[in-house]
Antibody, heavy 119, light 107 residues
Framework: EVKLVESGGGLVQPGRSLKLSCAASGFNFNDYWMGWVRQAPGKGLEWIGEINKDSSTINYTPSLKDKFTISRDNAQNTLYLQMSKLGSEDTAIYYC????????????WGQGVMVTVSS | DIQMTQSPSSMSASLGDRVTITCQASQDIGNNLIWFQQKPGKSPRRMIYYATNLANGVPSRFSGSRSGSDYSLTIISLESEDMADYHCLQYKQYPLTFGSGTKLEIK
């Protein structure tokens, strides 16, 4: 069974940093691109970015490129999202998702982790 | 960026109704579009991929279609469990972009 489990969320002060993790199981993690998507309270979905199988290619939505860093550890089957200079606009549920070939693109999502930026 | 204009933003329909939700792409995206269903407090669930292909486990009352730059998700006979938010996503060009979502309620 494919499982994606995010962790590391919580309450963080404005201007601070936070690192989210996404633990993958039930599939060969090394064979898949992986991505992050977020959803602010009561709002739509926003694609944050993605990372390829060997971390040689990372794509971001331009508005977040200077604040967020996506990485992965294939030995640990884990995807990461390092967030810096957080502001209230970053308050959201953060999801990781599997980005396979088109027939498997976004077919599995984690349960999401809440990040609240507030003083 | 490619803009995905999704409509309606919300709608209410009766059980058994035929329901159609649409996304219009601002540029050519081919068939590179996914439809998701999202129930309250849950993660998105992929319903349709490559514009017209039914994802695994999705009931056959759901279908996806394309007419030019307009993409539609249709539910041919609405059931109570279909109450949810629906989102489209284009993946033709970076950055990937979602539609603004449609809230579907049951009358």
């Amino acid at each position: 069974e494919v499982k994606l489990v995010e962790s590391g969320g919580g309450l963080v002060q404005p201007g601070r940093s936070l690192k989210l993790s996404c633990a993958a199981s039930g599939f060969n993690f090394n064979d898949y691109w992986m991505g992050w998507v977020r959803q602010a309270p009561g709002k739509g979905l926003e694609w944050i970015g993605e990372i390829n199988k060997d971390s040689s290619t990372i794509n971001y939505t331009p508005s977040l490129k200077d604040k967020f860093t996506i990485s992965r550890d294939n030995a640990q089957n884990t995807l990461y999202l390092q967030m810096s200079k957080l502001g209230s606009e970053d308050t959201a549920i953060y999801y990781c998702a599997r980005e396979g070939p088109y027939w498997e693109l976004f077919d599995y999502w984690g349960q999401g982790v809440m990040v609240t930026v507030s003083s | 960026d490619i803009q995905m204009t999704q409509s309606p933003s919300s709608m209410s329909a009766s059980l058994g109704d035929r329901v159609t939700i649409t996304c219009q792409a601002s540029q050519d995206i081919g068939n590179n579009l996914i439809w998701f269903q999202q129930k309250p407090g849950k993660s998105p669930r992929r319903m349709i991929y490559y514009a017209t292909n039914l994802a695994n486990g999705v009931p056959s009352r759901f279908s996806g279609s394309r007419s030019g730059s307009d993409y539609s998700l249709t539910i041919i006979s609405l059931e109570s469990e279909d109450m949810a938010d629906y989102h489209c996503l284009q993946y033709k060009q970076y950055p990937l972009t979602f539609g603004s979502g449609t809230k579907l309620e049951i009358k």
